[in-house]
């Protein structure tokens, strides 16, 4: 059975790769690409699943079809603001919805093992670096912001965040936990933007005929059940 995808924001960088990565799977049917300004709702019937990675500005309108229309909805865009996020988050209500600032298997076990360190190493400063080229709007990146908001939930504070932006860095991150006597680095590196574009087309498999609600990545690969479990 295949899954019906919209892809809105079709004409980036990254919307040109899911719409080649979707066309490579045998389990979606692309009913529509949507660019800036496209109507969403003469289309948004066919369809099981929005992708969005348009722009912060879009993302509310894009949300609020998706969820008049009772459709499942994945979001990869990035940048919001903390006003834009919450009025985001009660557009969102009543449908099933993956929102997720990474959607890289390898990034979102980073998360999941920062976590983890972030509860054992309670002695360390902490500080995140993240490197992206140099045509990335938005700083620091929704990744680095999502790796301060695991150690901040633990530790509480802030945690310094240093972006870079460099030639044409897929992206690069890393979490330091220091001591006076040790340094512990978790350190993830993208060697290709596709990973994004597949993690984003398996969350759109995965979140057609989910419950109403919220998930994110971690959601999507099972981590927080073996968090749980072990």
């Given amino acids: 059975m295949?899954?019906?995808?919209?892809?809105?924001?079709?004409?980036?960088?990254?919307?040109?790769?899911?719409?080649?990565?979707?066309?490579?799977?045998?389990e979606l049917e692309i009913i529509g690409v949507m660019g800036s300004g496209d109507d969403l709702s003469a289309l948004i019937e066919n369809t099981d699943v929005v992708v969005d990675f348009t722009t912060?500005?879009?993302?509310?309108?894009i949300a609020k079809i998706a969820a008049t229309h009772r459709k499942a909805l994945v979001i990869g865009t990035t940048g919001h603001t903390d006003a834009q996020r919450s009025e985001l988050i009660e557009a969102i209500r009543g449908i099933p919805v993956v929102l997720s600032s990474n959607f890289s298997m390898g990034v979102n076990i980073l998360f999941h093992v920062t976590r983890q360190v972030a509860e054992l190493f309670q002695d360390s400063d902490v500080e995140i670096s993240e490197t992206h080229h140099t045509h990335k709007k938005d700083a620091p990146s929704g990744?680095?912001?999502?790796?301060?908001?695991?150690?901040?939930?633990?530790?509480?504070?802030k945690v310094p965040v240093h972006s870079h932006r460099i030639g044409d860095v897929v992206g690069d991150h890393t979490v330091s936990f220091a001591t006076p006597d040790e340094k512990l680095e978790l350190t993830h590196h993208a060697l290709d933007r596709a990973t994004f574009a597949r993690g984003a087309l398996r969350a759109a498999k995965w979140v057609v005929g989910k419950g109403a609600g919220l998930y994110d990545m971690q959601d999507v690969l099972g981590l927080k059940r073996s968090a749980t479990s072990g």
């Fill in 143 to 157: 990744t680095a912001k999502s790796l301060a908001r695991i150690v901040e939930e633990i530790r509480g504070g």
């Fill in 56 to 61: 912060a500005a879009a993302t509310l309108s």
């Fill in 2 to 26: 295949t899954t019906k995808i919209i892809i809105c924001g079709a004409h980036g960088r990254m919307g040109q790769l899911l719409v080649r990565c979707a066309k490579e799977d045998a």
